[in-house]
């Protein structure tokens, strides 16, 4: 069983369409994550979510809008795409928020044309 | 802000050889601190993760040491292996996420 799934695993699209990456997590954890790791391997946090609510919102466009249906889902939609937002996206769930280990889906690589 | 920061950026050994991996961060104020491993095209596996209270954590060949007042932390690889070829990661945890280093990539060479 996955502990952390995502998808889809690769998404190709132009530039200005709206598109969204699925998160889905078994493990019974409480928070989730979404990373960006760019063209240069950084990890950089996104956005983090306690019991489907929003904690961390780290300076990313509002182009960019997750949504927890639930606790163990956390989804990333993202408008009118830029080229600059070609980069892998890791979702990763953790049982607390502080103290426990990550872990992570295997990534989404997007890009933009 | 936390600023987290991984030495050698990449490191080249014959198998065989002790791998170490040095890992500073500038913020003390840590939950705790995880070891990763990303191979090429995937997503991160957890290694090691110490809190803050400790000093080292040690899985089978691996072993990480924590100086939470210095800001640094060290893994170790023993008796490398070709299958030990990725990059290793190093964050902190502080409140709701975690801040990455850019990584250490290793090539242990057959």
């Known amino acids: 069983d996955t502990a952390v799934s995502q998808t889809p695993k690769y998404l190709v699209t132009q530039m200005g369409n709206d598109k969204s990456i699925k998160c889905e997590q078994n493990l019974g954890h409480d928070t989730m994550y979404w990373y960006k790791q760019d063209s240069k391997k950084f990890l950089k946090i996104m956005f983090s979510?306690?019991?489907?609510?929003?904690?961390i919102n780290e300076t990313v466009p509002n182009r960019f809008s997750p949504k927890s249906p639930d606790k163990a889902h956390l989804n990333l939609h993202i408008n009118s795409l830029e080229l600059g937002d070609s980069a892998v996206y890791f979702c990763?769930?953790?049982?607390?928020?502080?103290?426990?280990?990550?872990?992570f889906g295997n990534g989404t690589r997007l890009t933009v044309t | 802000k936390q600023e987290v920061t991984q030495i050698p950026a990449a490191l080249s050994v014959p198998e065989g050889e002790n791998l170490v991996l040095n890992c500073s961060f500038t913020d003390s104020a840590i939950y705790n601190l995880q070891w990763f491993r990303q191979d090429p095209g995937k997503g991160l596996t957890s290694l090691l993760l110490i809190q803050s209270s400790q000093r080292e954590q040690t899985s089978g060949r691996l072993n990480a040491s924590l100086d939470k007042s210095s800001g640094r932390s060290t893994l170790y690889i023993a008796a490398s292996q070709p299958g030990d070829s990725a990059t290793y990661l190093c964050?902190?945890?502080?409140?709701?996420?975690?801040?990455f280093g850019a990584g250490t990539t290793v090539t242990v060479r057959a």
């Open positions: 979510y306690n019991n489907k609510e929003l904690i």
């Open positions: 990763a769930s953790s049982a607390t928020g502080g103290d426990s280990p990550l872990h």
């Open positions: 964050a902190v945890s502080g409140d709701y996420k975690l801040s």
